[in-house]
């Protein structure tokens, strides 16, 4: 199942993109094994900054996929073991790929948030979006990890 992780803005050289990155490689490696991959990061921009509208076609281009989830802080809180249990369901009944959208500063747009499969939140906080794309990107590798029964994640 192929996994796009579309979001709205450039990293640039930084430690985040670069940690994202090794992320995706890691992901990439483990997640076909279990057929969750690959993942592929999109970054789009709005040019013209015409705001969430604008950028909601950005991202429904950019994340064209069978799922969509959109990251929201109003959206649903998972642990990792319900997310990957999430894809692995949605793998398991045949869905060829799903993309997870990451809005710009403004968050989504309201249409954008209702047509998605699935609306998930980090939490009440708000973080900064290179930081999310990086703790997206982690969670969708420790959710290829609990697939593969490889010990990375660990139950408290």
Partial sequence: MRLIVAAVGRLGRSLEQEA?????????????????????????EDKNRRGPLAEAALLRRAGEAERRVAMDERG?????????????EW?????????????????HDPALRDEADLVLSFGAMTWPHALARLMLVEQLYRAATIAAGHPYHREG
């Fill in 20 to 44: 994202t990155q090794r992320l995706v490689e890691r992901t990439d490696a483990l997640a076909r094994s279990v057929r969750l991959g690959p993942l592929t990061l999109v970054e789009v």
């Fill in 76 to 88: 649903k809180i998972l642990s990792s073991l319900k997310f990957a249990q999430q894809l692995t």
């Fill in 91 to 107: 793998r398991d009944s045949g869905v060829g790929s799903v993309s997870f959208l990451i809005g710009g500063a403004d968050g």
